[in-house]
């Protein structure tokens, strides 16, 4: 499998594309004035204390209080962080009201509600996560090989001196790396930590103790593997920077990075910003003639799979298995793409086979491995649906790159200008009844005003008649199919 990382920088924007064997997988997009805030760590002020839902209110300066739950602010071992592990105690008994605290960033603000934070403060290098206040070693589960954790923890520790003020987490990328490597990251996370903890105590409520490295540099820590063959990037500057630092963390790396001079738009050449204008899309076209339907709201993503124009070869239950099939593997990319996260829910396409419906489930799966977000998946329930969880920890593509709209609210719907119309009607009648008023001024748009003035004059006419006043009419280019106004003049 070919994986390439592709980035686009210009002053005020930064944006990175995974694309494996030619199709675009993964987007990540960060802005001059919307920054991430997860890894980022603030000295935070407690305002409010909630027993009742065992969590905490504080300001760390951002328009909405942060949230920040029991579990994430008691003390735990890097063990139990490295297997996301979970230990509650009483939120009375860890804070007050008007306590000040370091917090780290766990999960942007989403929506309406504010950033996630937690105490478990963790700051990460290439190979390790360094986790102060934790004098022990955690191994990332995702390296299997026993005799690879126990070598990986035997190194740790062998390096690991008082002075270092806690623990390690050795990440996936560990795997393999040598020992002077591992060396060379304890030390920089000791020294990193050092400077956080004389910031600290100097910084103020709402201040920023600790931020996190820009894009770009997160890539090459974070994305870069043997699996990744090339990075190109268009900007010298941001080039230049990136090979510093695989110089000087990762010498071993075979990745080439190269830096692309063309005057075409790198996300041009490879189709990316066609695929992104399309990820913002709610259908999403099969290859086979079949279709998914993707609704993103603020409970839950569903994703509702169609034929189409595919009529298959054989029979009804193969033509179904087939496009299933296809859709599970679009819906795994698509998840990546979109960064949709929370609950997620499958509606496949009924297959009366069992043998079908684990086929689908397991090609399902094996897509969502290559995921690096984690995720859970559920049977095909009684009702043929899928229900599946991905951790959600930053904004989605769609609320990044888009608004709710003016127009509809956020509904995706207008009402007609025939219910308009009748609305209009209603509130002539209220009006003329309210003012003594010689006639009445509708306002409203040229679609709604014209139906009034056609298929509707009949029955404006009798309105008229019936409220004995004339009525006119006003059109207002701006007002939507939904907006009128009924005025006494």
């Known amino acids: 499998m070919s994986e390439e990382i ?5 002053p005020r924007e930064t944006r990175v594309a995974l694309v494996e064997n030619g199709a675009l997988q993964e987007v990540y997009i960060e802005r001059a004035l919307r920054r991430g805030l997860v890894g980022k760590i603030y000295r935070g002020k407690v305002c409010r204390v909630l027993p009742g839902m065992q969590a905490a209110f504080v300001d760390i300066g951002l ?13 735990r071992t890097a063990d139990a962080i490295a297997d996301n592990g979970d230990a509650v105690a009483d939120i009375t008994r860890l804070l007050h009201e008007g306590q000040v605290i370091s917090v780290q960033v766990i999960k942007d603000p989403l929506g309406t509600k504010g950033a996630r934070l937690t105490m478990q403060i963790t700051i990460p290098s290439r190979y390790l996560v360094f986790v102060p206040n934790v004098a022990n070693v955690g191994i990332s589960q995702k390296i299997e090989d026993e005799q690879e954790r126990v070598r990986l923890r035997d190194i740790i520790q062998l390096f690991m001196t008082d002075q270092d003020g806690g623990g390690y987490i050795a990440r996936t990328a560990a795997e393999g790396a040598s020992g002077d490597a591992l060396r060379a990251d304890m030390l920089f996370l000791s020294k990193l930590w050092q400077s956080v903890s004389e910031a600290e105590k100097v910084a103020k409520p709402g201040a920023v103790v600790y931020d996190d490295l820009p894009l770009t540099i997160r890539v090459m820590r974070d994305m870069l593997g043997d699996q990744i063959e090339k990075v190109r990037i268009d900007s010298r500057e941001s080039f230049q920077r990136a090979q510093e630092f695989c110089n000087q963390f990762m010498p071993d790396l075979d990745t080439e990075i190269e830096y692309y001079p063309g005057e075409r738009p ?26 998914l339907v993707i609704d993103q709201t603020e409970a839950m993503t569903t994703a509702d799979v169609n034929t189409g124009g595919y009529v298959g070869h054989r029979n009804l239950e193969e033509t179904i298995f087939k496009t299933n ?16 996260g929370g609950i997620i829910i499958i509606d496949f396409i009924d297959m009366s086979d069992e043998e079908h ?21 559920t049977e095909v329930s009684s009702l043929g649906l899928v229900e599946m969880t991905r951790k959600r920890t930053r904004e989605s593509l769609e609320h990044v790159m888009c608004e709710t709209c003016p127009t509809c609210s956020g509904r995706a719907s207008l009402k007609t200008a025939e219910t308009a ?16 008023t010689e006639q009445l001024l509708v306002l409203a748009s040229q679609e709604v005003v014209d139906l ?16 004995g006043k004339p009525i006119r009419f006003q059109v207002e280019s701006l007002y939507t199919q939904e907006q009128y106004d009924v005025v006494p003049v």
């Open 421 to 436: 119309c009748y609305e209009i009607f209603r509130e002539i009648l209220r009006e003329s009844r309210q003012f003594d």
């Open 266 to 291: 790198i996300f041009d050449i490879y189709g990316i910003e066609d695929e992104i204008q399309k990820a913002l899309d709610r259908k999403v076209q099969l290859k086979s003639g079949g279709y």
């Open 63 to 75: 328009e909405r209080a942060a949230f920040l739950h029991a579990s994430d602010a008691s003390p």
């Open 357 to 377: 419906k684990r086929q689908v489930l397991r090609a399902l799966q094996k897509c969502l491995d290559k995921d690096h977000v984690k995720t859970q998946i």
């Open 325 to 340: 099939l296809e859709a599970a593997q679009a819906i795994a990319r698509q998840l990546r793409l979109r960064n949709l």
């Open 452 to 467: 009034l003035l056609d298929e509707e004059s009949t029955s404006l006419a009798e309105l008229e008649a019936f409220i």
């Open 6 to 10: 592709l980035i686009n920088v210009t």
